[in-house]
């Protein structure tokens, strides 16, 4: 955990800390939930987090809560979703073995900046088809500032065409490594890209001098199960708690 918090603090524009544990602001790029959020680090009730996220996103059109500690996370959820929230299990994994069989990674390539933008652009209208126009262009500008920060590599699968069909990036720091944002267009999908991009990435990452290689899955949903097969061992998980204002009071 200490390395994503690094991330944030390298990313966002303010990172306090405050009693249950800190929040995160980017205020110039205030749709972007990850930039925005509270991150509770000890033990806490429903009440304290809601009330710590009222009163310091009380500028903002959402509530958007994380919560490292596991216990509390989990005696969180029948309440968040009971008062209408959104809640996110995630899991962290490392590289802790070799994949299970060998795959050809031929056709992985190198994507442009512009390529991989208008996947991410395409990836956020999927998961959230009533996304404003300014919410997929912060989300543009932070892909932008994330890529640059931190010298990403990115790796993609481009039809025949030269049009990009899928794509993951690779971020390094120090002696860690992480695998970010695996996407595959929903019209390229079943074709095995996504094992593809990340064992390459992950072989890219265990052959310069990492002593971690990690990536983060959705607890309840498939990826997880593609990571662990390549290799990937849960170290660790959040669970992420969203409140949309905007739809509350539709």
Same mark, same amino acid.
């Given at each position: ?12 524009? $303010? ?6 544990? !800190? ?9 972007? !939930?990850?930039?925005?959020?509270? @991150? ?34 989990? @005696? ?31 056709? /992985? #390539? ?22 404003? /126009? ?7 500008? *932070?892909?932008?500032?994330? +890529?640059?920060? !931190?010298? $990403? ?7 025949? $065409? +030269? ?12 002696? #860690?490594?992480?695998? $970010?944002?695996? *996407?595959?267009?929903?019209?390229? @999908?079943?074709? +095995? *890209?996504?094992?593809?991009?990340? #064992? ?5 990452? %265990? ?19 593609? *990571?662990?097969?390549?290799?990937? @061992?849960?170290?660790? %998980? ?13």
């Amino acid at each position: 955990m200490g390395h994503l918090r690094r991330t944030l603090e390298l990313s966002a524009e $303010e990172v306090c800390p405050v009693g249950l544990g !800190w929040i995160v602001r980017c205020r110039s790029l205030p749709l972007v !939930w990850t930039l925005n959020q509270i @991150r509770i680090t000890e033990v806490a009730t429903f009440e304290d987090a809601v009330a710590l996220a009222s009163r310091y996103q009380a500028d903002l059109p959402y509530r958007h809560i994380v919560v490292e500690n596991g216990s509390t996370g989990k @005696r969180f959820e029948d309440a968040f979703r009971a008062a209408g929230w959104k809640v996110d299990r995630e899991v962290l994994m490392a590289l802790a073995e070799p994949p299970d069989r060998e795959v050809d990674t031929g056709a /992985v #390539t190198t994507l442009s900046e512009a390529h991989m933008l208008a996947l991410m652009r395409r990836w956020a209208t999927e998961d959230h088809p009533d996304i404003s /126009v300014d919410g997929l262009d912060q989300l543009e500008e *932070y892909h932008k500032r994330q +890529g640059r920060l !931190w010298k $990403e590599q990115r790796f993609g699968i481009v039809d025949i $065409e +030269g049009s990009p069909a899928a794509v993951t990036k690779l971020r390094s720091e120090g002696s #860690t490594a992480w695998i $970010e944002d695996v *996407y595959t267009l929903p019209e390229a @999908r079943a074709r +095995g *890209y996504a094992r593809m991009l990340v #064992t390459h990435t992950a072989a890219l990452a %265990g052959s310069t001098d990492h002593d971690l290689t990690f990536i983060i899955a959705d607890e309840d949903d498939w990826p997880k199960d593609l *990571y662990k097969q390549i290799g990937f @061992r849960a170290i660790g %998980g959040t669970r992420t708690f969203h409140l949309d204002l905007t739809r509350r009071s539709a």
